[in-house]
């Protein structure tokens, strides 16, 4: 018999499985489906031909990878939710018929999800959990946040509480924080832990508001939660016992306590107070790792015996650099207002060898006052104050963000009480050559370029002048343009008269033999030195050969890749258009900043004259 070969029955239709039938073949309600999905880290696919895959069928279905679900089978997790399921029934009838005995015994025996070997499938090396830190610090940053809800727990917010406050104190002691930046989102950190950067975001601290709309579905959130609470407990267990530190770190706070999980000011003033601590440390270190400084010490010691070669001397500069960076608020004492956020600013100055303070009438955990003479530093957010120290300087909170991303001590003159501060710029952004790039992030980048000089009263008042005689002499280099090019025009003119009158005389005449000396002369004229023309390029020709050549190269372009072509296309079509309107941007706050200076002046000048 010949066999035959039925339709579907091989490729794409069956290697892609319709959620419906995931549901069967796992026998899962929907949402233990998702939170078994969510937990074993795997996602809808998206086939490369979407009917060969749905069999046939042209209407859009959510679809697995076969191999998926077949390992999804073999998982203990879907036991431990069919062990749940069945004791909901028994404590909702346990509910109905009022024993409440029994509801109780069954409660304690209710069935917990482990999720230790989940954690270790899918993080097989130490290294993998620490590249995925990402997501997982900024979930948990956000959910410490939150009070009780509905749908959240409070165990599950004091949980974050806990392990986030255990994860900065780790920072601070391996002082591994590199990069910091403020935006409207909340505060951006970027630490560099066992080589790999992981940034994540602490958000702006607001009391918790209650939304009419619920927009945001919490129940698959708290889902990613329960995963990252327990991936976060085995990363901060290794690196605290790589620093030789003791965990769980006992602080001068309790953070679970009744008073912070009912009251959030009480609970942010405990976390902050939490990070002025230092940590105990072991004996000995158990898994037998060195610390983190040790092993940068050990890798210049390897290069040490070796010549001088440049990647050497990249090296060394930038473990320098990153030496002078960890010890940068070495020495220093910094006093903060009531008025300024306190728990980023505490924290990146913990992170760089700085001692901080703030007024312990009102917070806890302060471990100086502010009449100390010692303080070097005080940081306010107010456009004046009544008392002032001369020991110290008193600077707005931007000098710590901008201090840390240049990696020295910036001058204090820009960061004065009541100063327009400078821009805040972003050190996550790496512009090409064709992006925008602020004048100030020029400078930063070249030194040699000198800063904008901001014009005193009399430069002001002659920048009308400059003006006038810009366009002056802007008409003048027109008109002489001008001239030129109708002088230039006759010229033409003339010599193509001229040689139309010479071709007709040597037609008249017979050809005269020329002597020696009137050959060596034309000779010396060749060879002559002449002045050379100004070529201006039309820009109307100029436009219209570029896109020529576009179209040249995009007839060049394969057939299946001129999708991308036209998407490169696209992409450099809008970055351009981005660039000329922060350049435009740029040019009319620079108007408008010289437009409010000449009225600033003349009222001054008025003033002057009454």
Not at 11 to 22: F, H
Not at 227 to 236: H, P, R, S
Not at 242 to 271: C, G, H, K, M, W
Not at 367 to 380: G, K, L, R
């Amino acid at each position: 018999m010949v066999k035959r070969f039925h339709k579907y029955d091989s490729g794409q239709g069956t290697q892609y499985v319709t959620r419906k039938y995931a549901l069967q073949k796992l026998q899962l309600s929907l949402n233990d489906f998702r939170r078994l999905c969510i937990l074993k880290g795997i996602y809808p696919r998206e086939p490369k031909n979407r009917r060969k895959a749905q069999r046939g069928a042209t209407d859009i279905k959510i679809l697995y990878h076969r191999k998926d679900i077949n390992f999804l089978l073999h998982d203990p997790l879907i036991w431990t939710l069919r062990d749940i399921k069945i004791w909901n029934r028994r404590i909702k009838y346990a509910h109905s018929i009022k024993d409440a005995k029994l509801k109780r015994v069954r409660i304690e025996k209710y069935p917990k999800m482990k999720l230790d070997h989940v954690v270790k499938e899918r993080y097989p090396t130490f290294i993998d959990a620490i590249k995925d830190l990402d997501d997982c610090l900024t979930l948990l940053f956000l959910f410490s946040t939150f009070p009780a809800l509905k749908v959240i727990k409070r165990d599950e917010t004091a949980l974050c509480r806990r392990l986030t406050v255990e994860f900065m104190n780790w920072v601070i002691a391996a002082k591994a924080l590199r990069k910091v930046f403020v935006s409207i989102k909340g505060y951006y950190f970027q630490a560099e832990i066992k080589g790999q950067l992981v940034t994540w975001i602490v958000p702006h601290y607001y009391p918790f508001q209650p939304q009419s709309k619920n927009e945001v579905d919490f129940n698959i959130m708290t889902v990613f939660t329960e995963f990252y609470t327990i991936m976060l407990g085995f990363v901060n267990f290794r690196l605290y016992h790589s620093l030789n530190l003791i965990y769980p770190p006992r602080f001068n706070v309790q953070l679970d306590s009744e008073a912070s999980q009912t009251d959030e000011n009480t609970f942010v003033s405990e976390r902050i107070a939490a990070l002025t601590v230092d940590l105990m440390k072991t004996a000995e270190n158990p898994d037998g790792e060195t610390p983190m400084e040790d092993e940068e010490e050990l890798d210049l010691q390897l290069f040490a015996g070796e010549g001088d070669t440049e990647k050497l001397q990249k090296l060394k500069e930038e473990s320098n650099s990153l030496k002078r960076l960890q010890n940068l608020f070495k020495g220093l004492k910094f006093f903060i207002n009531r008025e300024v956020p306190r728990e980023p600013l505490v924290f990146i100055i913990r992170c760089f060898g700085g001692k901080v303070s703030w007024d312990k009438n009102i917070f806890i955990g302060a471990t100086f006052d502010e009449d100390d003479e010692t303080i070097t530093h005080q940081i306010v957010d107010r456009p004046n104050m009544d008392k002032k120290y001369i020991s110290r300087d008193y600077v707005q909170p931007q000098w710590i963000f901008d201090s840390v991303n240049q990696r020295k001590l910036l001058p204090t003159n820009k960061y004065f009480i009541g100063v327009t501060l400078p821009p805040h710029l972003s050190p996550f952004v790496k512009a090409g050559a064709d992006d925008y790039v602020p004048l100030e992030e020029k400078a930063l980048r070249d030194p040699s370029l000198v800063e904008k000089h901001v014009p005193s009263d009399e430069e002001v008042s002659s920048d009308e002048e400059e003006e006038v005689a810009q366009k002056e002499n802007q008409e003048e280099n027109d008109e002489v343009q001008m001239d030129y090019a109708l002088e230039q025009a006759f010229k033409e003119e003339l010599e193509d008269e001229n040689e139309e009158e010479s071709e007709e005389e040597e037609e008249e005449t017979e050809p005269v033999q020329k002597t020696a000396e009137q050959i060596a002369a034309e000779k010396k004229e060749k060879m002559a030195v002449k002045p050379g023309k100004v070529h201006k390029e039309d820009p109307k020709k100029r436009r219209k050969l570029k896109e020529q050549e576009g179209n040249l190269m995009a007839r060049m372009v394969k057939p299946r890749h001129k999708k991308l072509y036209h998407k490169l296309l696209k992409e450099r079509k809008t970055k351009t258009k981005e660039v000329t309107l922060l350049q435009k941007k740029r040019k009319d706050i620079e108007a408008q900043e010289k437009q409010d200076r000449r009225a600033q002046l003349k009222a001054a000048k008025r003033k002057a004259k009454a």
